[in-house]
């Protein structure tokens, strides 16, 4: 009698064990399907250091000689940045490009 | 008889261990495929990279290509955005359908009637599977996969120093490649 009370406990440790494994690996396997699904390069992220196409607005800003308009591109190009669509830093590279100019007109 | 009761016990015993085994290298082997099994999506970098080629290829430190414009100074309705730019739309699949979408359009700044801001659209270009486009416009969350679609401006000028803005749209569908 007690030999089999004794089986008994040591099979639910056993199963219980087994459930806790099975819960376990199903967690791990949902945490991979959940990192799989995040494999998306963000080139936002990924290339944040140049943006060529903000460069662009910028080499235009500097060119234009009527200062009415240079405002009004630069309300814009200012606007555009508050809405994070540029990828670069754009008040870091207005202020390199103005110091090239400067040094270049020097 | 306790000897033999011992045995059946191993035995039993070892058969759950395999069990057990298996079910946990199933488990990392469904684990390492569903991970390495699912493509990166590159198609956002992909259209950023085109936007950044066609930018490039229109404008160049700000300054319109004067490719773009015919003798009278007006925009040159035959250029080739494929081929000034050197754009290849071709791909691996072999689909009838292309797999690339782009748009140039070009809104005049200086004669805008609303100020600079918005401008009047005066000229566009278009390269590629123009049915791509409509994909841009699916609000639906479980549609959204079918294309990847972005959008950049930049302002540019011409030779006579008016201010035009670009609005480049680039769309990537290549859903097989880069989305499960």
Redesign the interface.
Known sequence: MLNKKGQTSEAMT?IVA?LI??VL?GI??YA??L???S??????T??SSQD???E???????????SA?QD??F???DK?NQEE?F?GDFNSKIQQIKFNLEKNEK | MIIKNKLGAEKILSI?WFA?LV??AG?VV???S??Y??????R??E???M??QV??CL?E???LNQELFNEDKNFNEDYNLKEKCNLIFETEFKNEREEYFLEVDFYD??NSPN???SGVKIFSISEGNLNLYADCKIENEKYKKLSKCID??????DSS?N?FKIK?TSVVRKTEKNAK
């Open positions: 056993w087994t494994i099975i690996l791990s396997i991979a399907s990192l799989s699904k494999k998306i390069i963000d080139y936002k990924e290339k060529i196409v903000m662009e607005s910028l080499f235009s800003y500097f060119s234009v000689k009527d308009v009004k591109i309300k814009n190009l555009m669509k990828y | 759950y057990i079910i946990i488990a469904a684990m390492v569903l991970f099994g699912t493509p990166y999506d590159v956002d970098a259209a950023n990279i936007i950044n930018s490039n404008s430190n700000g300054k700044l200086n100020g600079v801001s950049r401006e930049f302002y540019s000028l120093d201010v480049i």
